[in-house]
């Protein structure tokens, strides 16, 4: 294991793509700051790291709120310098036009894009003295066209997209990587297959096709690969999919 001294901060640290994030970055030597809305909801990640050797802390974490993200990311980085932060909130809602209240809409863009700059922008903060360090945001199919009911997760994932590229752009040349990951796929999770049940019924789930849904832990592989880019080459837009998703 390499990285001995760096950490590394999952914020939405859920029970599929987040947990997957931190159980692959936790394999490499670092320490993993994981934060989410009900923070004991992290105590079967937190067991199963330490299990295997790792290194974990578990947060309750509103990251709408700038001071608790930056007190988050601070203790972070108090524990060995912060070396990577993920902002993986998703958020993704879907309602008809004429359904979609101003609250939902307003709590959409807050957890999927407002919740993301202001991450980006604390990471930034502990990043720029050292002048190294990777911020990454996870993106989805809605970062990139918005579908028939997906007003408000659309515009907040397209927001996320944008600041994720101005961020790029700024501080790049400071050392600090700043990735988008656009996952263009289904994720197999509890969610995704009971959306499946609910629409085509238990026989679809019982012959789902391999290259219909996205295993959490390829997406995990997908950051630890950009983590390891040679600064000379760093990606800032990558998209994944299944290879039987069409596009």
């Known amino acids: ?24 970055f936790a394999a490499e030597g670092f320490t993993i700051f994981a934060g989410r809305r009900n923070g004991d909801k992290l105590a ?9 050797g790792g290194r974990i802390a578990a947060r309750s974490l509103d990251a709408r ?6 007190a988050f990311l601070r203790e972070a980085d108090e524990q060995a ?27 959409v863009w807050e957890m999927a894009c407002y919740a993301g700059f202001l991450a980006g922008r604390e990471a930034a903060r502990l990043m720029l003295p050292r002048e190294r360090g990777c911020i990454f945001f996870t993106g989805a199919t809605a970062s990139l066209r918005g579908g028939a009911g997906y007003a408000a997760f659309a515009s907040a994932k397209f927001g996320l997209r944008a600041v994720a590229q101005s961020a790029a752009r700024e501080l790049g040349p400071k050392n600090i990587h700043v990735a988008h990951l656009v996952i263009d796929a ?22 789902l096709d391999l ?10 592989e ?10 000379d080459a760093w990606t800032f837009e990558q998209e994944i999919r299944p290879f039987g998703e069409r596009w």
Not at 65 to 70: C, D, S, T
Not at 222 to 231: F, K
């Open 44 to 52: 079967p990640l937190v067991a199963e790291i330490e299990a295997n």
């Open 65 to 70: 709120r700038a001071g608790e993200l930056a």
């Open 1 to 24: 294991m390499e990285n001995q001294n760096a950490t590394a901060a999952v914020i939405g640290a859920g029970d599929y793509i987040g947990a997957a994030i931190a159980k692959r």
């Open 211 to 220: 290259g219909r849904l996205m295993r959490p832990a390829s997406v995990a």
């Open 81 to 107: 310098p912060l070396e990577v932060c993920v902002f993986n909130i998703g958020a993704n809602v879907n309602y008809p036009l004429l359904d979609t209240t101003e609250r939902v809409f307003r709590k």
């Open 186 to 207: 289904g994720v197999d999770t509890a969610w995704v297959r009971d959306r499946i049940r609910e629409k085509e019924g238990d026989e679809a789930l019982r012959n």
């Open 222 to 231: 997908a950051y630890w690969q950009l983590y390891r880019q040679p600064r």
